[in-house]
């Protein structure tokens, strides 16, 4: 333990940072891939299933609307180390709820605890953007994506192996809390940024319409990010009659294919300014929802699922560095705006189309969105520093 700890130790300040969003990811990536044995065991339709996975999208918004200043009393290191294992205890706990409306109500704690960590980890990203004086938002989003990546293959083979969705969550939650007390025990929050990175005015950050304009720039992304979160397994056993493990593996090709993405997506920002790296991955986005909406075999749907997770990739970190860096506001409550309006999009938009999955088949949940693709490219323009 001791060795572990020192090894924690000598991880610099970004690097720290990047680990907080891997384990913030490993923390909550665990329960999707087992969602289709969940519905099972529950007896339920699609529609019901989302009803009761709308528990993390209400407990998101509580805590994004009304914890502000608690987390800013606690502090970004007390946030890291006591949400991130707490995300995953819950998740495990929500594994055994019999009925959509357990779920709900297990998943409601999860969701709260996501929407604290979910303001420190992209603040903490954006002061240590300004510290280093270089870009580092999307990376960070790109270690997001890996520890998604990484929960989804594991999920695929627990599932694979027979290991209960119950057992395999309770002993993510184990790992999750180990690992953020070795990375993380000894966080140091960056400092803020000066002038615009006051302490919020308000309890309740609502958007203006620069953040609102920001909101719509990422409306169709974050709904198919959720979607491939929350449905790509369902689609892989409804549509192909999957394997556990294919269940799994579509799970971690959107993150994947995300994760890769932003690795290197900073650097085409630089070259290529964001409005133009937006606009290319909101087209590459559009093509993805068409390949799983209408794919003739699995392996195009794995490949859909990939162009999405590319087409997701980078859009919300390039809205919440243009958040932050608005002067018109303190900076963490334009961030806690865009936050509260696109990251309940993200979980709240996915549940609810269940009810079209269930009405119209789970091809037509993905379908829907091409709309919105077409409203989020034009509003990208809002990206522009």
Not at 273 to 302: D, E, F, H, K, N
């Amino acid at each position: 333990m001791k060795l572990l700890w020192r090894l924690g130790a000598k991880l610099s300040g970004v690097q720290k940072v990047y680990a907080a969003f891997f384990l913030y990811a490993l923390a909550l990536g665990g329960l999707y891939p087992r969602l289709a044995e969940i519905q099972r065991s529950m007896g339920v339709a699609e529609g019901a299933l989302g009803m009761g996975l709308v528990g993390t999208a209400a407990g998101t918004l509580i805590s994004l609307t009304f914890g502000g200043p608690w987390i800013e009393r606690l502090g970004a290191r007390k946030i890291l180390l006591l949400g991130l294992p707490m995300v995953a205890v819950f998740y495990a706990l929500a594994s055994f709820a019999p009925s959509p409306m357990y779920l709900f109500f297990g998943l409601l704690p999860a969701g709260i605890c996501i929407g604290a960590v979910e303001q420190v980890v992209n603040l903490e990203a954006d002061r240590m953007e300004h510290l280093l004086g270089r870009r580092i938002m999307n990376r960070s989003h790109a270690f997001w994506s890996m520890g998604f990546a990484a929960a989804g293959l594991i999920g695929g083979m627990a599932a694979q192996s027979g290991l209960t969705p119950h057992m395999h969550l309770c002993a993510m939650a184990v790992v999750a809390g180990l690992m953020t007390w070795v990375c993380l025990g000894q966080f140091v929050a960056a400092p803020s940024r000066p002038v615009a990175d006051m302490p919020r005015s308000a309890v309740l950050a609502w958007p203006t319409l620069a953040i609102a304009m920001l909101v719509v720039s990422t409306l169709a992304a974050m709904l198919m990010e959720g979607a491939g979160i929350d449905w790509s397994a369902i689609y892989m056993r409804d549509v192909f009659q999957a394997s556990p493990w294919l269940c799994g593996l579509a799970v971690a090709a959107g993150a994947t294919a995300q994760a890769i993405t932003r690795f290197v997506a900073d650097g085409f920002v630089e070259r290529y300014q964001p409005v133009r790296v937006a606009r290319v991955l909101i087209v590459l986005l559009g093509v993805g929802v068409c390949a799983v909406a209408w794919a003739p075999s699995a392996a195009v749907a794995l490949c859909g699922f990939a162009l999405m997770g590319v087409g997701t990739s980078a859009i919300f970190p390039l809205a919440m560095s243009a958040a932050a860096q608005r002067t018109d506001r303190p900076a963490s409550q334009n961030v806690a705006a865009l936050a509260q309006t696109s990251f309940v999009i993200f979980l709240l938009g996915p549940p609810l189309l269940g009810w079209v999955a269930q009405s119209h088949g789970i091809r037509a949940a993905f379908a829907v969105s091409l709309p919105l693709v077409l409203l989020s490219f034009w509003a990208a323009k809002a990206l522009k520093p």
